[in-house]
């Protein structure tokens, strides 16, 4: 089992940062990647960024330049940087773990005024 906690999110002007966090917690050992997702009102989750365990990145082409995801291993966490951000980047933001399962966080709220 992994437990996941996403933190960091919030209410900000267009053009601020965020800095969201994913704890994870439990059979760690076992995720081969991770990554964060989006939703936003009447939308499907849609694919933020993503993390492989050898540190492998891929990014949605609505985020590119703006957003960069890390992870700190020995903090058993990982991190969403959002830069220049967007109205649209408003959503429900989830953290992902995938190891033999699929693993999901319960959401962290970004809104982002215009």
């Known amino acids: 089992q992994v437990q996941l906690v996403e933190s960091g999110g919030g209410l900000v002007q267009a053009g601020g940062s965020l800095r969201l966090s994913c704890a994870a917690s439990?059979?760690?050992?076992?995720?081969?990647?991770m990554g964060w997702y989006r939703q936003a009102p009447g939308k499907q989750r849609d694919l933020v960024a993503t993390?492989?365990?050898?540190?492998?990145?891929n990014y949605a082409d609505s985020v590119k330049g703006r957003f960069t995801i890390s992870r700190d291993s020995a903090k058993n966490t990982m991190y969403l940087q959002m830069n220049s951000l967007k109205p649209e980047d408003t959503a429900v933001y989830y953290c992902r773990a995938v190891s033999r399962y699929n693993y999901w966080g319960r959401g962290t709220q970004v809104t982002v005024s215009s």
């Open positions: 993390i492989t365990s050898g540190g492998v990145t």
């Open positions: 439990g059979s760690i050992f076992s995720i081969n990647f």
